[in-house]
């Protein structure tokens, strides 16, 4: 009986540690599985081919993000367009052009198309020969090239730059996402609050273990029942 009792009490002990474990966990421990992000807030803030200057492919869209993938020296690994209906583009981003979130927005990538206007032929050409004709194109960002500005798009598949002369003014909106808290106060208030009702079921569990190791090895009390007959003295 005792070593029965002495088994409830330690496996009693025991569970509280897992008790404190469990009250504690973080309460958004798994939130950042899913990848970090980047926004861009600078201007000119270029997605490069390789971690070093002169590999610039286009001028990010400013306000939108990143995708962050690692790291290589003073730079980002980074991808734009993933996860989306459009071509993804890899490279690299320079980190002090980059602000890092923590948390994963909604609408990280501008998806916006453009029209470029393609002009042929020569003016002497007879009615019915095509001269000039307007395709659409997946806009990815500007590029500087000497005093022109070109534009780097997806058509059909290919990337490639057109003057931006031939395409009309860019009219994209702005993603507002990053003026949101990174880490919202309601949140935080719930997560306070279950911290606090986690401490009082602990407390009580304690007690409760406290009180079942008391009950299992008080001490017995006497013994109330009179004593056999034969103890008693027999009369003259």
């Given at each position: 009986?005792?070593?029965?009792?002495?088994?409830?009490?330690?496996?009693?002990?025991?569970?509280?540690?897992?008790?404190?474990?469990?009250?504690?966990?973080?309460?958004?421990?798994?939130?950042?599985?899913?990848g970090s992000y980047a926004?861009?807030?600078?201007?000119?803030?270029?997605?490069?081919?390789?971690?070093?200057?002169?590999?610039?492919?286009?001028?990010?869209?400013?306000?939108?993000?990143?995708?962050?993938?690692?790291?290589?020296?003073?730079?980002?690994?980074?991808?734009?367009?993933?996860?989306?209906?459009?071509?993804?583009?890899?490279?690299?981003?320079?980190?002090?052009?980059?602000?890092?979130?923590?948390?994963?927005?909604?609408?990280?990538?501008?998806?916006?198309?453009?029209?470029?206007?393609?002009?042929?032929?020569?003016?002497?050409?007879?009615?019915?020969?095509?001269?000039?004709?307007?395709?659409?194109?997946?806009?990815?960002?500007?590029?500087?090239?000497?005093s022109s500005v070109y534009?780097?798009?997806?058509?059909n598949g290919e990337f490639?730059?057109?003057?931006?002369?031939?395409?009309?003014?860019?009219?994209?909106?702005?993603?507002?996402?990053?003026?949101?808290?990174?880490?919202?106060?309601?949140?935080?208030?719930?997560?306070?609050?279950?911290?606090?009702?986690?401490?009082?079921?602990?407390?009580?569990?304690?007690?409760?273990?406290?009180?079942?190791?008391?009950?299992?090895?008080?001490?017995?009390?006497?013994?109330?029942?009179?004593?056999?007959?034969?103890?008693?003295?027999?009369?003259?």
């Open positions: 009986m005792f070593l029965k009792k002495l088994f409830a009490a330690v496996t009693l002990v025991a569970a509280l540690p897992f008790a404190f474990v469990s009250g504690f966990a973080p309460a958004h421990a798994a939130e950042t599985a899913e926004r861009v807030m600078q201007e000119e803030v270029y997605l490069y081919s390789q971690p070093q200057e002169e590999s610039g492919l286009f001028i990010l869209p400013r306000t939108y993000f990143v995708k962050i993938t690692g790291e290589a020296g003073d730079y980002f690994r980074a991808e734009y367009l993933t996860g989306t209906n459009a071509d993804p583009v890899r490279g690299y981003c320079r980190m002090d052009e980059v602000e890092p979130v923590e948390y994963v927005p909604e609408t990280p990538y501008l998806l916006y198309d453009t029209e470029v206007t393609f002009t042929v032929g020569s003016a002497d050409l007879p009615d019915g020969f095509f001269t000039e004709y307007t395709v659409s194109a997946a806009f990815y960002g500007t590029f500087y090239y000497g534009y780097y798009v997806n058509m490639g730059y057109v003057p931006a002369s031939a395409c009309p003014p860019l009219d994209y909106p702005e993603n507002t996402e990053h003026m949101q808290a990174e880490t919202p106060e309601t949140p935080q208030e719930s997560g306070g609050n279950a911290n606090v009702v986690n401490i009082i079921l602990i407390c009580a569990l304690s007690v409760a273990a406290l009180g079942a190791v008391y009950f299992l090895f008080r001490p017995a009390k006497p013994s109330s029942r009179p004593a056999p007959f034969d103890d008693y003295e027999q009369p003259d």
